[in-house]
């Protein structure tokens, strides 16, 4: 039975347990951590836009929810999956817009979420404010205007990170030109049509006129086609065995089937389609 | 037919009976009630059930104003209800080594839809936030009583069950469970009421609300045995994902004394799919509510953070006191101040927050 509402006052004694866990609780030091509550290694500093990103935040702030199986719309922000995670990868909110568009930070969901300007849904981080000071929203900017590289490769393997066009994406016709991004630096020795090739509907050849690796971005290899792709269906291959596998600076051969381990080719299908506009 | 209502409703509290309350679980605590019995949601959220409406009226404003006659149940029409929630914020923030900033928010504003196309028994529910940002859904599901106020199904987009909803999303218990009322998944559960018991399971796609991506599925769990002056439950989740693992297991409580009611919840998860070798997580949260007198109440809550138990020294907490004033029915106006307290190195884990809240419901 509920208490008679003269009895108002006078319980506020009770209080004092939350009091006692508020003693008996505290907050760390941080002693011999970083300043993402991470213990202190000798490693590298962060030396470029994206490493800032995940040290100041990705790590610190939006990997509080968006970490582990579950994290909120599938978006792993943790180290070892944000790049994957958001560079050329279609948002689940706004389909039509990919959550970092290389080359274009109007354009990238990423973006728009931060800045509070998403058709869809709270502006980011979602327990804001605080939300990101501007210093580090052009950071976010700067590092999609310029490519939106990837980090150096700090793992033992090359994978893909993304293409463009993206797996199963419809093209427009007069596509001249295919991008693929590394998960780390390729050895531009190694990019050529040796290891890259392009294929048609009826598994025939299309011929490339140029493999290159642009200069100031050594995480990307660039397919320039000989020729504008007309409608149909196009499978890309990225060599990780054979005669020539592509590798990395440090002589790691590409991960191409991703199950773990050096070798096998990456494949990657997409369509060109007249009357599609990207 | 509205003064019956009034008189079931009067009863009911009068006999602490049966189901829940409303948007806050110490609201429940206090009545001694489950959830269902102010939510159209057995697991809490959303929707006031008639009962509910009725009780924002009468028991939780400090005053009633308009004709005694008016009462509003959310039922525009036999078959239909209406509801919704609009939160406008206030809030200044204090970050160590950097500028104070303080802005004006429209934190959310959302419609609730029932259709009861049988009644007690079959309904179809939508929660459609419509701001910030275009409309959103975040819960549709169609609702089965297989057997009246006792057993159902439920099958859609929902909120998972998971320990006590707060209202307050980025509290630490739901920040480490991940189970919110921001991140809706897509699935079926299955709910017991019988007595003072309160049980719910459901299986769903475990992706956060994206598209499933893998095979695995994600379990969650509830259980809760509900008295008059007390109450204790626990939950557990398994989500069995290509990215590794995570479970987790709650225990959560809440006891009355008085104007006062206690609540508390600890909630353990262990994240395979975290970094290499994964991480274990820990967060608790302890909670007092002052009813100083009718639609006043005071709230002081302690949280506390351990965001990877195999580092020492990285834990974080966060304190908030609040005062919630209800100054006539369906409206209410929250302000306090939270505290957090983290590692030095992280300024952000050391802000002071300030926030003054209008909220609107119905």
């Known amino acids: 039975m509920s208490e008679p509402a003269t009895n108002y006052m006078g319980g506020h004694r009770f209080l004092i347990l939350p009091v006692i866990l508020m003693l008996g609780a505290c907050a760390g030091n ?44 599938g978006m792993r922000l943790d180290a070892a999956n944000s790049y994957a995670m958001i560079v050329n990868v279609a948002s689940n909110e706004v389909p039509g817009l990919m959550r970092v568009n290389p080359g274009n930070p109007d354009a990238s969901y990423l973006v728009q979420k931060i800045e509070g300007t998403a058709a869809v849904g709270v502006r980011m981080p979602a327990n804001g404010p605080p939300y990101l000071p501007q210093d580090r929203i052009d950071l976010v900017r700067r590092w999609i205007a310029a490519g939106a590289p990837a980090p150096a490769a700090v793992t033992n393997k090359l994978t893909v990170a993304s293409t463009i066009p993206a797996p199963a994406e419809v093209a427009p016709v007069g596509l001249t030109r295919l991008t693929v991004i590394f998960a780390g630096d390729v050895d531009a020795t190694l ?18 006129a140029k493999v290159s690796v642009p200069l100031g971005r050594p995480n990307v290899v660039e397919l320039t086609l000989a020729r504008p792709l007309p ?13 020539v596998a592509l590798a990395d600076n440090a002589g790691h051969v590409l991960d191409g089937d991703a199950d773990g381990s050096a070798g096998g080719n990456y494949l990657m299908s997409f369509d060109v389609r007249a009357g599609e506009s990207r | ?25 110490y609201l429940a605590a206090q009545m001694g009630l489950k959830c269902v019995q102010c939510h159209v949601n057995p697991t809490g959220g959303g929707m006031r059930t008639v009962f509910g409406n009725t009780f924002a009226q009468t028991q939780l404003a400090a005053k009633r104003i308009g004709a005694e006659e008016d009462i509003w149940t959310g039922q525009v029409m036999k078959f239909f209800s209406v509801g919704g929630n609009a939160r406008a914020d206030y809030t200044y923030v204090d970050i160590p080594h950097q500028e104070q900033t303080n802005e004006f928010e429209m934190e959310e504003a959302r419609a609730y839809l029932d259709f009861g196309v049988i009644p007690n028994r079959l309904s179809v529910y939508l929660d459609q936030r419509f701001a910030p940002g275009n409309s959103t859904n975040m819960e549709a599901n169609v609702r089965y009583w297989v057997k009246e106020n006792a057993v159902y199904v439920k099958a859609g987009r929902m909120y998972l069950p998971f320990g006590y909803r707060f209202e307050d999303d980025s509290a630490f218990v739901r920040e480490v469970s991940g189970i919110n009322m921001q991140t ?15 049980t719910q399971l459901a299986v769903t796609n475990g992706s956060g609300g994206a598209p499933e991506d893998d095979k695995g599925k994600q379990f969650t769990s509830r259980v809760e045995f509900v008295q008059s002056v007390w109450r204790a439950g626990a939950s557990v989740l398994f989500n069995d994902a290509d990215a590794g693992s995570r479970s987790g297991a709650g225990l959560f409580g809440a006891f009355r004394a008085g104007p006062v009611t206690l609540l508390g919840e600890v909630d353990y998860v262990d994240d395979d799919s975290i970094g290499v070798d ?14 100083v007198r009718q639609g006043h109440n005071l709230k002081l809550t302690f949280e506390w953070l351990e965001p990877n138990r195999d580092v020492d020294e990285d834990e974080q907490t966060r304190t908030s006191l609040l005062y919630e004033w209800s100054p006539i029915q369906f409206i209410q106006l929250r302000g306090g101040v939270r505290l957090y307290d983290g590692i030095p190195q992280n300024d952000n884990q050391n802000r002071t927050q300030a926030f003054v809240q209008l909220h609107g419901f119905f």
């Open chain 2, 184 to 198: 809706p998944d897509e699935g079926a559960e299955i709910g017991f009421e019988h007595g003072n018991w309160s």
């Open chain 1, 30 to 73: 941080g002693e011999g951590l970083d300043a993402n509550g991470d213990p202190i290694t000798v490693g590298p500093p962060a030396n470029s836009d994206f490493e800032e990103i995940q040290a100041t935040i990705f790590t610190p702030i939006c990997s509080q929810c968006h970490i582990g199986a579950g994290a909120p719309q």
């Open chain 1, 231 to 243: 409608p149909g269906s196009y499978q890309l291959e990225v060599r990780g065995e054979g005669p």
């Open chain 2, 278 to 291: 994964g991480r274990k997580l820990m967060a608790t949260l302890a909670e007092a509510d002052w009813k």
């Open chain 2, 1 to 25: 037919m509205i003064a019956r209502l009034l008189r079931l409703a009067g009863l009911a509290l009068l006999l602490g009976c049966a189901s829940q309350a409303n948007a806050e679980p």
């Open chain 1, 191 to 208: 990019a050529s049509a040796d290891t890259f090739g392009l294929r048609d509907g009826l598994d025939e050849p299309v011929p490339l």
